[in-house]
């Protein structure tokens, strides 16, 4: 998983539209829709911001894990 799916997820899992995400690491929903897009790279320091905000956790890592085998595909379309 690259950095863009595990922004959108990230996003996902805490049920933030762009605009509250933005809100919440003070960067634009331009540049978050971006980088979730792959047109823009995350920056180090921005990839710093989204994981110190969204440290992860057991129940992310489930979430993940549950994605991963298929049980969330009809929610991240």
């Given at each position: ?6 922004l ?12 509250q995400?933005s809100e ?6 331009g ?9 823009k790279?995350a920056?180090?320091k921005f990839k710093?911001?989204?994981r110190?905000e969204?440290?992860r ?6 979430f993940?894990y549950?994605?991963k085998?298929?049980e ?6």
């Amino acid at each position: 998983m690259d950095f863009s799916d595990f922004l959108r997820k990230t996003r996902f899992f805490y049920g933030l539209t762009l605009s509250q995400l933005s809100e919440r690491i003070n960067y634009s929903i331009g540049h978050i829709n971006d980088v979730e897009n792959r047109r823009k790279p995350a920056s180090d320091k921005f990839k710093a911001t989204v994981r110190r905000e969204f440290p992860r956790n057991e129940a992310f890592d489930r979430f993940l894990y549950a994605e991963k085998e298929g049980e969330h595909q009809w929610l991240m379309k």
